[in-house]
């Protein structure tokens, strides 16, 4: 059949019509989409899901600090249906490789093709660090787990960061005081040559010296250090009431054994920061008996949500001190608790929650300080004690309401 130029032009404003209608059902982006079946889900803070990014250190050195994250984070959100305020949960988890430009391409991993409403993690200070001036400027809400560093509280505060866990300042100053009366009057540091070693040793000598100690000496060791005989003969020379040694890893362990080994344990105190979960030797129990540490969670404290954690923690990994995992624990409960009172996953919203809130933690509780986005918590002095061939703990003492200065006390 032939078609008259009126009929042709009929049909063309029909083709054409109907092209128009199937571009505005792609949308803008050029058809790339389907077309609406009604099931999608909707955009923004309207989702029924939120994906969550975890970026923490897996390999090298501090990868068990990394695992206990982990366990629990992902122990929180099984107690609690897998969601995070009233939306389900999806974990997008990531290795740093505790290296700062593996870090930011995983950062940058996450934000741009993952599409991660908030990011959780930093395992050390120097991952948090090298990622500080990104997260702010993409001004992308981020749950430090983990990593202490004293400046992300001080000159290089962002509104979009806050921290679950402690502070290095916390970590370092909160036993010195006990210390100085009870144990005594003359300490030895020994800590990492790192961000986190340098500022715990620097808010343990401050807080020490100003309850009356004196710091005898200061050294900082390689990460990775094997062989400590040279720092234990300066140590017997000196001979000093206490030692600090700010270890958390395989390096902490092995300075506890070699301390033993070198016959100073039973002459001088030992403050170690080694989790009990590195101790899984006869010899490793050994060296840590008797040595004190500062932790934000007693295991034994009276209130419900510290029963419910060790009840749930216990059946999951009888064989595992929970340590490191309340960290993981709290910074999936501050996500869940602040994006439920914002009722919202915009930044904007939850960095409002998250300046003054506070929670029902398994350490107790837990207050955000807006002059420093970090939590304001009570620590627990204790010391490791061996009872029937197993580590555990023996509390001495609560360092209640522990914070830190609004300012640099250090800065020069």
């Known amino acids: 059949m032939r078609l008259t130029n009126k009929g042709m032009q009929r049909s063309l404003a029909v083709v054409i019509a109907a092209f128009l209608l199937f571009l505005t059902a792609c949308g803008s982006n050029g058809g790339s989409a389907p077309a609406s079946s009604g099931t999608e889900k909707p955009a923004g803070n309207q989702a029924d899901s939120v994906k969550v990014g975890v970026l923490l250190t897996f390999s090298g050195p501090f990868a068990t600090v990394g695992e206990g994250l982990k366990r629990g984070l992902e122990l929180y959100f ?27 391409r995983k950062y940058h991993k996450l934000v741009d093709e993952d599409k991660i409403d908030l990011l ?69 540091i020994v800590s990492y040559d790192n961000p986190a070693g340098r500022e715990q040793a620097e808010a343990f000598k401050s807080a020490y010296e100003a309850a009356g100690g004196q710091v005898m000496q200061m050294e900082f060791p390689k990460v990775g250090t094997n062989d400590f005989a040279g720092f234990m003969t300066q140590i017997a020379q000196a001979k000093p009431d206490v030692v600090y040694n700010m270890g958390p890893s395989t390096d902490g362990m092995r300075f506890a054994v070699q301390f033993k080994e070198f016959g100073l344990k039973d002459k001088i105190a030992l403050i170690s920061t080694v989790p009990t979960d590195l ?119 609560t360092m209640k309401d522990v914070g830190m200065p609004e300012k640099n006390p250090f800065k020069k």
């Not at 809130?357 to 986005?373: E, W």
């Open 279 to 397: 101790a899984t030797t006869p010899e490793m129990i050994a060296a840590l008996d008797g040595v004190y540490g500062i932790k934000i969670f007693k295991d034994s404290l009276d209130n419900p949500a510290t029963k419910k954690f060790m009840e749930a923690f216990t059946k999951k990994y009888p064989n595992i001190p929970p340590n490191i995992e309340i960290m993981g624990y709290d910074s999936a409960m501050l996500a869940d608790k602040a994006i439920e009172k914002a009722g919202s996953t915009k930044a904007e919203d939850l960095i409002q929650v998250m300046k003054n809130i506070s929670l029902d933690s398994p350490r107790g509780k837990f207050q955000m300080d807006p002059k420093t986005n970090n939590p304001i918590s009570d620590f627990f002095v204790q010391k490791f004690v061996v009872k029937d061939g197993k580590l555990g703990f023996e509390y001495l003492d």
């Open 78 to 104: 099984e107690l609690n249906n897998h969601t995070v305020g009233g939306k389900k949960v999806e974990l997008v988890y990531e290795d740093d490789e505790n290296n700062p430009q593996v870090a930011l």
């Open 120 to 188: 959780i993690g930093m395992t050390t200070s120097t991952t948090l660090y090298a990622l500080r001036d990104q997260i702010d400027r993409d001004k992308k809400p981020l749950i430090v787990a983990n990593a202490g560093g004293n400046d992300s509280s001080w000159d290089k505060k962002s509104d979009y960061i806050y921290r679950a866990a402690a502070s290095n300042y916390q970590q370092g100053a909160a036993i010195s005081d006990y210390i100085a009366k009870n144990v005594g009057k003359k300490a030895y």
